[in-house]
């Protein structure tokens, strides 16, 4: 007798999350549809719909995961008792650090990129972790530099986002100089 063990709520939309995450970043934007999600879960497209009723809430779903495993990261790097000049430079580096071209997440943005391109709902998402994201420099910036202006945070922190943002563009650079760098020898 076979049995089917039902799983949380907050388990199952987990999953459908990471399987749509799996599929943009491996397959692209064309081939993230609700049925291949659902097909790569397991689940019927109705059971999906029930977690998921739109296609617009699984992608700020997506989004808003991203946000979280960014969040986690730099929470584990930023030290609460370091002073305010710190803690930005903890964060700088974070971000900063070696990008791994092969990484699901590395793949995850540039999908993410390209699907905000052609979706409102996309895009929409996108700019709301943009949002978060910015904020979280103003606060930063804001912390280590109080005598800045707040146009001269802003305008700050909208050259750090955009360079680590528009550096997914060029992550296949940092492994393709490694190897150069390797043949040298």
Avoid at 3 to 23: C, F, G, L, N, P
Avoid at 81 to 101: H, I, N
Avoid at 166 to 180: A, C, E, I, N, Y
Wanted: aromatic share 8%; net charge neutral.
């Amino acid at each position: 007798m076979t049995t089917t063990v039902k799983k949380k709520a907050k388990d199952r939309r987990a999953e459908i999350i990471s399987a749509a995450q799996a599929i943009l970043a491996n397959e692209g934007a064309g081939a993230l549809t609700l049925r291949a999600i659902a097909n790569e879960v397991g689940i019927k497209l109705a059971s999906l719909q029930y977690h998921f009723p739109t296609y617009a809430a699984l992608v700020a779903a997506m989004a808003d995961k991203t946000v979280e495993t960014y969040s986690e990261g730099l929470r584990l790097e930023t030290k609460a008792d370091a002073s305010p000049e710190m803690k930005l430079e903890q964060a700088l580096e974070w971000f900063a650090g070696p990008a791994d071209p092969t990484s699901d997440l590395s793949k995850l943005e540039l999908q993410f990129w390209a699907l905000a391109q052609t979706n409102k709902d996309a895009r929409a998402a996108l700019r709301r972790y943009h949002d978060t994201y910015i904020e979280y420099f103003e606060n930063l910036i804001a912390g280590a530099r109080p005598n800045y202006t707040p146009a001269l945070i802003r305008a700050k922190t909208i050259s750090i986002v955009s360079l680590f943002e528009g550096s997914v563009l060029f992550v296949d650079l940092v492994d393709d100089q490694k190897t150069r760098v390797s043949r040298a020898r």
